[in-house]
Nanobody, 123 residues
Framework: QVQLVESGGGLLQAGGSLRLSCAAS????????MGWFRQAVGKEREIVAA????????VYKNSVKGRFTISRDNDKNTVYLQMNSLKPEDTAVYFCAAGARGPTSDDAKYDYWGQGTQVTVSS
């Protein structure tokens, strides 16, 4: 089992920045990809970004490219999501996920999920 705990969410104005963190514990050697997904009220869960264990494969949702940056520190078993130039449409619950297979936008390919952290961006 792998446990994931997100932190760093909050309420802020448009144009601001936040950094989300996701700390993994347990059988951390059992997964390759780590990703960030989000789910807004009334919408389906969607990929934000995902990264491979070796940081050589990174996937971004088109609308966050150039604004968000995903990174991971394997020594700390932690993945980060730096979010800049935030917009009201970025408002959602953000979830961290880990999977044994490579990074993908398909949430069905991830085996472990965190409890989520709320990000609210006001206009």
């Amino acid at each position: 089992q792998v446990q994931l705990v997100e932190s760093g969410g909050g309420l802020l104005q448009a144009g601001g920045s936040l950094r989300l963190s996701c700390a993994a514990s347990g059988r951390t050697f059992s997964y390759d990809a780590m990703g960030w997904f989000r789910q807004a009220v009334g919408k389906e869960r969607e990929i934000v970004a995902a990264i491979s264990r070796n940081n050589d494969i990174i996937v971004y949702k088109n609308s966050v490219k150039g604004r968000f940056t995903i990174s991971r520190d394997n020594d700390k078993n932690t993945v980060y999501l730096q979010m800049n130039s935030l917009k009201p449409e970025d408002t959602a619950v953000y979830f961290c996920a880990a999977g044994a297979r490579g990074p993908t936008s398909d949430d069905a390919k991830y085996d472990y999920w965190g409890q989520g952290t709320q990000v609210t961006v006001s206009s």
